[in-house]
């Protein structure tokens, strides 16, 4: 690393771990609004995302002075594109989570039905996956990461099974259909949070490693 690339590195880095915290955050509080069926929980959502955006923001034009001051070459040019990455992704999540709330805010405006515990199990295993990815990426862990790799399809899983509970629910109870379509909904956006985390992941493999790691199973079957 160039000595005077340091202090431009160290800022994009703070910046990131200010997103990460934020980001397991928002994600922590729309969930807690949906289990404990909370619309003024839900409601302070939107504000912490806003939270988020800035601090996107922030991490662009950091990314882009420091590549603009110092030209930066090698491996201090890939961190400073992987986290320009995983400025996006974690731009994402915050985005994901405030979705989550609308689902959680207008549960909670409608009879009360039982959250399967399915939903909860998805829940937690999509924060750990994104507390584990921030995690890889404060230690600078290629291993941890790429064990993340291949937690993601426990997550696809989990979001098809509260997917097919709901449309079990729907069947049986035309009732609670607009109830049931929101727990559809939440598992879909956290099983996309699993994608950003993995894809924070990815980025922690190339920048320890120098290997781009995206894409690389659905290439393998390709050219197989």
Sequence with gaps: MSRTLEPFLGEVNDLILRMGGCCEAIVAKSLQA??????RLAAEVQDDDLEIDRLDIAVDEAVLRSIALQAPVADDL??????Y??????ERVGDLARNIAKSAARIAERPPIALPASLETLAGQTQAMLRDALDAFVQRDAEQARRLLVRDQQIDEGQDRVILEALGEIDSRPDVSPQQIDLILTAKNLERIADHATNIAESVILV????NVRHADKLARGSA
Excluded at 208 to 211: H, I, K, T
């Design 85 to 90: 990455d995983m400025g996006t992704d974690l």
């Design 208 to 211: 320890v490693e120098g290997r």
């Design 78 to 83: 890939r961190r400073l594109l992987a986290a």
């Design 34 to 39: 949906l289990f404990q069926r909370d619309a």
